[in-house]
């Protein structure tokens, strides 16, 4: 049985919306978000990343960070940019991407689940950047950036949705990047019951994005918890805000590699040792190569294309997580070849999210970088068998479009 729970946002006027809704903290480093933020004094990353308003070489996790966020967040709040809702309400948050719409359920959902593992992840978490997101909820007493869950949908919780998206949207806006954003109020205590009730024949939760997130704000409700003499479990704290989406609507992307050099072999040697594990066929004159299939691979050498097929026997195909593309050029390539154990600390492998499309691999590969790798999107199937599981994806095996806009809601903890 899944929890849901209406809650009362803080959130931006209509008429600020587009102004406030910003990309995630973490898919920008400090300087860019300081190129964003340029005559936007409303964008969210005054919050979510508020170093960029203090000087250029403060330490990130500074503490003076997480206090220019909580007053910069109040000062949104004092000046009438956010407001809060009266009564607790779900939301429906819909992002349309060329042409392709996903369609959530905004609301809070239970510490407690996430602790019995009702909420499943697939990837680690690293203490530094959970320690990070800790002091900021810490010090804004709030959830300001939703974790994108998903759930198996269901067709009468799709039915109620519909229904209520026939209404008028509160928000409707496109940001520059061209992705549209719809926001729907639902307000009306028997469709908010409704819901909810729904909700609790769907078995689990999938951490689709935003592990980190989910972590901390775990933390911190378990540590009020701790504190508060009065528990009685209701509290907001033993919730955090998350958008939830049915998983077929959900659009993952590739997630390519670039590594620095050739691990000391030359071009002849290295596709010698790559034909071992896989088929290996040059790509004249047709471009880049964009695999089409699962088990396939291109790879990027000396202005030059080559299509890869993972020969039988390389990997354990009823194996869920060995299967996986990453898993398959993880282990047949980039570490028996170019010595890449570790890519999660490996500073001679970077990682490029679809979105930024093949020319990225190639002028990576012509630049900085040595020899790249275009890869099959991971499913949302594979997240899901990996984590009902109880196990985690390799590193880097997911890139999510569209991102979640914060600064849309914010849950309060008290």
Sequence with gaps: MAILRAFKAIRPTKELAKDVAALPYDVMDSDEAREMVKDKPYSFLHVDKAEVDLPVDIDVYDSRVYEKARENLNSMIEKGVLIKDKNPSLYIYRQVMNGHPQTGIVGCVSIDEYEKNKIKKHEFTRPEKEQDRINHVENCNA?????????????????????????????????????????????????????????????????????????????????????????????????????????????????????????????????????????????????????????????????????????????DESNPIESLDVAILQNNLLSPILDIGDPRTDKRIDFIGGIRGMKELERRANSDMKIAFSMYPTTMQDIIDVADMGKVMPPKSTWFEPKLRSGLFIHELE
Excluded at 183 to 211: L, M, P, R, T
Excluded at 238 to 245: D, I, K, M, S, T
């Design 143 to 315: 959830n300001t950036g939703p974790i994108f869950l998903s759930y198996n949908g269901k067709s009468d919780i799709n039915a109620l949705i519909d229904m209520w998206t026939k209404k008028q949207p509160e928000y409707d806006f496109v940001s520059e990047d061209g992705i549209q954003h719809v926001v729907w109020v639902i307000d009306n205590e028997e469709v908010i019951a409704e819901i909810i009730n729904k909700f609790k024949s769907v078995e689990n939760f999938y951490i689709a994005d935003g592990h980190h997130r989910a972590a901390s704000a775990v933390k911190v409700g378990l540590k009020k918890r701790l504190e508060n003499p009065n528990y009685t479990g209701n509290e907001e704290f033993n919730f955090f805000l998350g958008v939830l989406f049915p998983a077929e609507q959900l659009h993952i992307l590739d997630y390519n590699r670039v590594v620095k050099d050739l691990n000391g072999y030359s071009e002849e040697e290295i596709i010698n040792k790559v034909s071992e594990a896989f088929e290996v066929v040059p790509c004249e004159n047709h471009g880049s190569y964009k695999p089409q299939n699962k088990h396939q691979f291109g790879m990027y050498l000396n202005k030059k294309w080559y299509a890869l097929k993972a020969k039988g026997g390389s990997f």
